[in-house]
């Protein structure tokens, strides 16, 4: 098996409504994705989806990273050697995860899909056929989100909840999601997200509040950077303090396990540079006993296949997934649709991640020759 050709192709997904975090609203989202191809014409399909300020990639520098730069020393490569294909990558560009991340997820859906197996059965195999999903509420106004969350618990979709916020004064976002927590009570598990948006004086402040509230986690609340901030808060409260934007390298998982900076890891394929090293940032947290949550860069059906599938494979996934973003989108770019029922996400049974693109809507969504012109 050899790869013979990797295509790349950016493509914007609108959403159904505007999705407020701290740093942008998403009214559309671009996401890169790439087709791998082996000399015998099967195909693997990866997704790189770019949240705008969240990390340093771009949609249109992980095109040109991967046609200009890493697609030519990986062609000729065995799409089954994962860890020398990343080694490839590592010695042309340092970082730039999410560009080597959507090649490897390619090269991973190629390979299951010629063994004819899951992606999961490449590591270590399923231990969870469902995943409890949680969504993310971010209507920027705390009675559109308590009627969404009310929306989804009576659909039997959703009881985990996740509020954005950071984006305006410290005391609105405390009242409007312990307003969300309160009307919510003892049906519904919620979560804040802050998006490394306060310092640690805001952050002690808003978090005394928010364990009062009955809030469950407190994910990122300081930038990536402060890692001995993050230590004092995870000493201070009982509230676990989860970590995202701070953790994507194994190196970077190893220093806030060592320094106990969070005691939970927000786990993303792309942010962790693909299957194999999310793999690895996960056994860190295993080692070091911290807890698992499986997050989302927002991908559609595609990327979301191929998270479920590795988060499928992880002994512990204490905090569910956050896998909604394909119920997010106002379409899909899919054949087949992922499966949502009963709280919870049904990992797709594959080949590969189980999804194949549709090609009329890849026609229409495409940036470069489609019709739909981004919101
Ligand atoms: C993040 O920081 O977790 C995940 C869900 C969502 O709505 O935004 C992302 C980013
Ligand atoms: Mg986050």
Redesign the pocket.
């Known amino acids: 098996m050899r790869i013979a050709s990797i295509e790349t192709i950016i493509v914007d997904l609108p959403t159904r409504r505007p999705?407020h975090?701290a740093m942008a609203t998403?009214n559309s989202q671009g996401r890169v994705l790439a087709r791998i191809r082996d000399e015998n014409g099967n195909e693997g399909i990866g997704e790189a989806p770019v949240?705008p300020h969240?990390g340093a990639e771009t949609v249109e520098g992980i095109k040109l990273l991967i046609d200009d730069y890493l697609s030519p020393p990986v062609i000729g490569q065995n799409p089954a050697a994962l860890e020398a294909i990343l080694l490839t990558m590592d010695k042309i560009v340092k970082d730039n995860a999410y560009a080597k991340g959507v090649v490897e997820m390619a090269c991973v859906d190629l390979t299951a899909r010629s063994f004819g197996v899951s992606a999961a059965a490449l590591f270590g195999g399923a231990v969870r056929e469902q995943i409890p999903t949680l969504w993310?509420l971010?209507t920027g106004d705390a009675a559109k989100d308590i009627a969404e969350a009310e929306e989804k618990m009576a659909a039997g979709l959703y009881k985990l909840f996740?509020v954005?916020i950071g984006k305006g004064d410290p005391r609105d976002d405390v009242a409007r999601a312990s307003a969300v927590k309160q009307a919510l009570g003892d049906r519904a598990r919620v979560h804040v997200?802050i998006?490394q948006s306060w310092n640690e004086t805001t952050a002690v402040w808003a978090i005394e509040r928010l364990q009062d509230a009955g809030i469950a986690v407190i994910?990122?609340p300081l930038p990536r950077a402060d890692i001995e901030g993050m230590r004092r808060l995870s000493e201070r409260f009982a509230v676990p303090i989860m970590a995202?934007?701070a953790v994507d390298t194994i190196d970077s998982a190893m220093a806030i396990a060592r320094n106990r900076a969070a005691s939970a890891f927000?786990l993303?394929v792309v942010k962790h540079g693909g299957l194999l090293r999310t793999r690895k940032v996960a056994t860190i947290a295993e080692a070091a006993g911290l807890s698992l949550f499986g997050?989302?860069?927002?991908e559609s059906s595609i990327g979301t296949a191929a998270s479920a599938q590795l988060f499928s494979t992880v002994s512990r996934l204490d905090w569910g997934c956050?896998l909604?973003?394909p119920e997010?989108f106002s379409d899909s770019l899919t054949v087949e649709q992922l499966v949502y029922q009963d709280f919870h996400l049904v990992v797709p049974s594959g080949p590969g991640f189980g999804m194949t693109i549709d090609p009329d809507k890849l026609a229409f969504y495409r940036r470069d020759e489609g019709r739909y012109r981004r919101a």
């Open positions: 999705h975090l998403i949240i969240y993310v971010g996740l954005k997200d998006n994910e990122q995202d934007e927000s993303k997050g989302t860069m927002l956050q909604f973003a997010l």
